[in-house]
């Protein structure tokens, strides 16, 4: 079974500063892990994924994420956060089989502060 | 080249009454999922459909609630006798197939009881 915490559910950084947002994740079996976005009162848009590749991911927007197996974390960051990055933000996981379902964590709320 | 619609946008009942909610996947897709996301909390899966077949229905409440996805026409989520604690947004997302692929999400049905 796969689970999913995320650390801090509200976030605030300033205008052009780093953007950090946590992931860990359980799971058995080598993990796929994402990153969704939702805007207010929008559906979730994929920032990024991991499927056993680079550990190292980009996606869109500057976003990046490096997954850590030793640490069963997948953290999501940014160099220089902009004000529409303001969102909430939520990382998954599945197992990778083709009737998996994805797992989401409970979201990060974050602020861009001008 | 439409993405996941969902119908309606916007959906109040009273106590007691019937809630169908619909979703029409991206062309080519054939996996449904659906989420609940009350407020202030992450999405919660509740179903996974594959045309005329439910995989996995564990999220789903025991009673009053039921989906399907049948060989023809968009995916249904049925609430019988709706009680205020339905009150949500619910999330349709469809994927090419399970497992790592990427889920495109709809922009949710708001529903609300009154």
């Known amino acids: 079974a796969q689970s999913v915490t995320q650390l801090g559910s509200h976030v605030s950084v300033s205008e052009g500063a780093l953007v950090l947002l946590r992931c860990n994740y359980s799971?058995?079996?080598?993990?796929?892990l994402f990153w969704y976005v939702q805007y207010p009162n929008q559906g979730l848009q994929l920032l990024l994924k991991?499927?056993?590749?680079?550990?190292l991911v980009k996606g869109i927007n500057g976003f990046e994420a490096e997954f850590k197996k030793s640490e069963t974390s997948f953290h999501l960051t940014k160099p220089s956060a902009h004000m529409s990055d303001a969102a909430e933000y939520f990382c998954?996981?599945?197992?990778?089989?083709?009737?998996?379902?994805?797992?989401f964590g409970p979201g990060t709320s974050l602020s861009v502060i001008p | 080249n439409a993405g996941v619609m969902q119908n309606p946008r916007h959906l109040v009942r009273r106590r007691g009454q019937e809630a169908r909610l619909r979703c029409s996947p991206m062309?080519?897709?054939?996996?449904v999922y659906w989420y609940r996301q009350l407020p202030e909390e992450g999405l919660k899966f509740m179903v996974y459909?594959?045309?005329?077949?439910?995989?996995?229905e564990s999220g789903m409440p025991k009673e009053r609630f039921s989906a399907e996805f049948p060989k023809e026409g968009p995916s249904i989520l049925r609430i019988q006798q709706v009680v205020r604690g339905d009150s949500a947004a619910y999330f349709c997302?469809?994927?090419?197939?399970?497992?790592?692929?990427?889920?495109?999400f709809g922009p949710g049905t708001r529903l609300t009881v009154l």
């Open positions: 997302a469809s994927s090419h197939s399970g497992g790592d692929r990427e889920q495109f």
């Open positions: 062309k080519g897709h054939s996996h």
């Open positions: 998954a996981v599945s197992s990778g089989t083709s009737y998996d379902k994805v797992i």
């Open positions: 991991y499927t056993s590749a680079a550990t």
């Open positions: 799971s058995s079996v080598p993990p796929y």
């Open positions: 459909l594959q045309k005329e077949n439910i995989i996995d």
